[in-house]
């Protein structure tokens, strides 16, 4: 089990960044990649971006391309999302979750899950 804890969300103008810390503990070698999905009131959950323990390799959806940025420390067993040019539309709320599949981006592929962070942007 993987355990996962995200900080860093908050309220930005439009046009601002943030950036979303998410720290692993536990057995956090059975984990492949991590990945970060959001979820806006109403809406079902989104897969934003992935990246792997290994070799740090990331994969982003159309929508977040050019503009967030997944890194990751492998000591701190801390994986970051870098937000920039944040829209009104990234509004959600941020999870980050650990899979051992390779499929990244399906949400059911995941099977721990952090508690989610708020970001809200303003225009």
């Known amino acids: 089990q993987v355990q996962l804890v995200e900080s860093g969300g908050g309220l930005v103008q439009a046009g601002g960044s943030l950036r979303l810390s998410c720290a692993a503990s536990?057995?956090?070698?059975?984990?492949?990649?991590m990945g970060w999905f959001r979820q806006a009131p109403g809406k079902e959950r989104e897969f934003v971006g992935a990246i792997t323990w290994s070799r740090g390799s990331t994969y982003y959806a159309d929508s977040v391309k050019g503009r967030f940025t997944m890194s990751r420390d492998n000591v701190k067993k801390t994986v970051y999302l870098q937000m920039n040019s944040l829209k009104p539309e990234d509004t959600a709320v941020y999870s980050c979750?650990?899979?051992?599949?390779?499929?990244?981006?399906?949400?059911?592929?995941?099977?721990?899950w952090g508690q989610g962070t708020q970001v809200t942007v303003s225009s």
């Open positions: 536990g057995r956090t070698f059975s984990s492949f990649a």
């Open positions: 979750a650990a899979t051992s599949s390779y499929s990244y981006n399906a949400p059911s592929e995941y099977r721990s």
